[in-house]
Every structure is written in structure tokens, then in C-alpha cells.
């Protein structure tokens, strides 16, 4: 079994950045892609940023701007940099990380911010 551990969600003020992290370990058979979706409260799940483990990344065309991931020389950490952060960024971030065929999603990391 994968675990996946986030941290780095908290409450800011518009304009303000974070940084959130993801960490896999366990019964880690192969790595594939990690990244991060989020979710508010009414909507579905939507693509946040990901990464492969060749480094190529997506990112939500409307976030291009703000948000930068990257990974951890060994590939089981992602991380989430959100600047310039807007109240409609608030949701609910799960990391992704896609291992052995399967995906696994963490708990979910909120990120609040106030206008």
C-alpha cells in the first residue's frame, strides 16, 4: 500500500503564496505521475498541475501564471508553489501519484484564502 502525506495547506490573504507538499512512501512498486488536483465545495475535482517522471509537467492553462510544480530528485515528493493567491483558489488540494498502475489520492490539504 502507497501512503500519501501533504502538508503546506493553510488560511492567507489574497495575494499571498504557499507551498504544498506530498510525500509518498510504502509498497512503492513504480513511479509514475504525481501532482496535485483540487476541489471546492459544489465542484468536481479538477487538474491543478502534474508531472511525469520525466519532468514534463501540465498545468491548468488558468493557473500557468501563478503555480509552479516540481519533484524531489527521487520522485516520490511533489510539490505545489501558488502565488499571487485569489479566494477563488480556495479549495481542497489532493496530491496524485499514479504507482504500479494504480492511483492513489491523499487526504486532501486545505488552502483558504481571504479577499
Known amino acids: 500500500q502507497v501512503q500519501l502525506v501533504e502538508s503546506g495547506g493553510d488560511s492567507v490573504q489574497s495575494g499571498g503564496s504557499l507551498r504544498l507538499s506530498c510525500r509518498a512512501s510504502?509498497?512503492?512498486?513504480?513511479?509514475?505521475?504525481m501532482g496535485w488536483y483540487r476541489q471546492s465545495p459544489g465542484n468536481e475535482r479538477d487538474l491543478v498541475a502534474r508531472m511525469s517522471v520525466s519532468n514534463r509537467t501540465t498545468i491548468a492553462d488558468s493557473l500557468k501564471d501563478r503555480f509552479t510544480i516540481s519533484r524531489d530528485n527521487a520522485k516520490t515528493t511533489v510539490y505545489l508553489q501558488m502565488n499571487n493567491l485569489k479566494p477563488e483558489d480556495t479549495a481542497v488540494y489532493f496530491c496524485?501519484?499514479?504507482?504500479?498502475?494504480?492511483?492513489?489520492w491523499g487526504q486532501g490539504t486545505q488552502v483558504t484564502v481571504s479577499s
Open positions: 496524485y501519484f499514479r504507482s504500479g498502475g494504480r492511483d492513489y
Open positions: 510504502g509498497s512503492i512498486v513504480s513511479i509514475g505521475d
